[in-house]
């Protein structure tokens, strides 16, 4: 299907259900139906997704060990006037799905990329939380080892936005307890599991409930999962991250302990909550 009035074929970026068949928009089944191409994270899923619809597309794999190579063939099937949809397995591509890479290069060569907005699980499970919603921010996955993972929790700790974790089944407890070490227990959160899907279930409570809970209820564990965590109210941001650049500033010369004494004088902190803090970055820095 050559696009009439540019030489260059249009890319559409495609999103598809993450459960529920009945997410997938009549845009996003028109457009599969017609394009030239199909580009998709794993051909044999997409492939059912789009018998199911009785539609009949040439599908190419898009994965992220094939991307590099894959984006130049792509690119040119654009530049020849061919339509071509990136899809991946579940949800909007590109949201911690392969994609980037072909969409930065047809940026880059003045494609026309349009967005077929659809499903995507940070959205349904931030619109459904009942947390604030206002400001928040999308952190993807966390690093799967323990050390760069608390690095980066802790990095999160004073945040005041709403922050949204995709999350593997066998890792959430471990992610609860890294993350009610570093936000503290009493921290609201919400799991949002299998959304869309005939088991669907939103836990709130803090994260010291939810980790209980985890510990012992196993269908919590299974399934896709979402993580999302209040952020601290504003003034108490502040009040963090100032303790935060005090602390690494006087670790540098001092045992935590002296560090701890010294920092809760100058910000007013709590004694405790200075030691505490202090502690938990020298441990990561070791
Ligand atoms: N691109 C997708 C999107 O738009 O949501 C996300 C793909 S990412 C590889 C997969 C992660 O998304 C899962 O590990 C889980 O954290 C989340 N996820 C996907 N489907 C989900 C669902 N139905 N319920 C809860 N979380 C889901």
């Given at each position: 299907?050559?696009?009439?009035?540019?030489?260059?074929?249009?890319?559409?970026?495609?999103?598809?259900?993450?459960?529920?068949?009945?997410?997938?928009?009549?845009?996003?089944?028109?457009?599969?139906?017609?394009?030239?191409?199909?580009?998709?994270?794993?051909?044999?899923?997409?492939?059912?997704?789009l018998q199911s619809c009785g539609i009949q597309a040439r599908l190419m794999s898009l994965h992220e060990h094939n991307e590099e190579a894959r984006a130049p063939e792509l690119l040119q099937l654009l530049r020849d006037g061919r339509s071509v949809a990136l899809v991946s397995d579940a949800g909007t591509p590109l949201i911690s799905d392969p994609g980037f890479r072909l969409l930065q290069a047809a940026a880059q060569a003045g494609v026309t990329i349009r967005?077929?907005?659809?499903?995507?699980?940070?959205v349904a499970a931030?619109?459904?939380?009942?947390?604030?919603?206002?400001?928040?921010?999308?952190?993807?996955?966390?690093?799967?080892?323990g050390g760069p993972r608390r690095a980066?929790?802790?990095?999160?700790?004073?945040?005041?936005?709403?922050?949204?974790?995709?999350?593997?089944?066998?890792?959430?407890?471990?992610?609860?307890?890294?993350?009610?070490?570093?936000?503290?227990?009493?921290?609201?959160?919400?799991?949002?599991?299998?959304?869309?899907?005939?088991?669907?279930t939103l836990y709130r409570g803090s994260l010291g409930e939810l980790l209980l809970r985890?510990?012992?209820?196993?269908?919590?564990?299974?399934?896709?999962?979402?993580?999302?965590?209040?952020?601290?109210?504003?003034?108490a941001a502040d009040d963090e991250a100032e303790l935060t650049r005090v602390l690494t500033i006087l670790l540098e010369s001092l045992p935590v302990s002296q560090a701890a004494d010294a920092a809760a004088k100058l910000t007013g902190a709590s004694r405790n909550r200075a030691y505490r803090l202090a502690l938990q970055m020298s441990r990561q820095h070791q």
């Amino acid at each position: 299907m050559k696009t009439s009035g540019s030489a260059n074929g249009e890319l559409f970026v495609v999103a598809t259900p993450i459960g529920n068949l009945g997410d997938l928009t009549p845009r996003a089944r028109e457009v599969l139906g017609r394009v030239d191409l199909v580009a998709a994270e794993d051909t044999r899923h997409t492939g059912r997704l789009l018998q199911s619809c009785g539609i009949q597309a040439r599908l190419m794999s898009l994965h992220e060990h094939n991307e590099e190579a894959r984006a130049p063939e792509l690119l040119q099937l654009l530049r020849d006037g061919r339509s071509v949809a990136l899809v991946s397995d579940a949800g909007t591509p590109l949201i911690s799905d392969p994609g980037f890479r072909l969409l930065q290069a047809a940026a880059q060569a003045g494609v026309t990329i349009r967005p077929l907005p659809g499903a995507c699980a940070a959205v349904a499970a931030l619109s459904a939380a009942g947390l604030p919603s206002d400001r928040f921010s999308f952190e993807g996955f966390l690093p799967a080892k323990g050390g760069p993972r608390r690095a980066r929790l802790q990095s999160l700790a004073a945040d005041p936005r709403t922050l949204i974790f995709y999350e593997a089944p066998h890792r959430l407890q471990s992610s609860l307890e890294d993350m009610q070490a570093a936000f503290g227990a009493e921290r609201p959160a919400v799991v949002a599991r299998e959304l869309t899907k005939a088991f669907e279930t939103l836990y709130r409570g803090s994260l010291g409930e939810l980790l209980l809970r985890a510990q012992e209820d196993a269908d919590m564990q299974r399934g896709e999962a979402v993580l999302l965590v209040a952020g601290v109210p504003e003034q108490a941001a502040d009040d963090e991250a100032e303790l935060t650049r005090v602390l690494t500033i006087l670790l540098e010369s001092l045992p935590v302990s002296q560090a701890a004494d010294a920092a809760a004088k100058l910000t007013g902190a709590s004694r405790n909550r200075a030691y505490r803090l202090a502690l938990q970055m020298s441990r990561q820095h070791q």
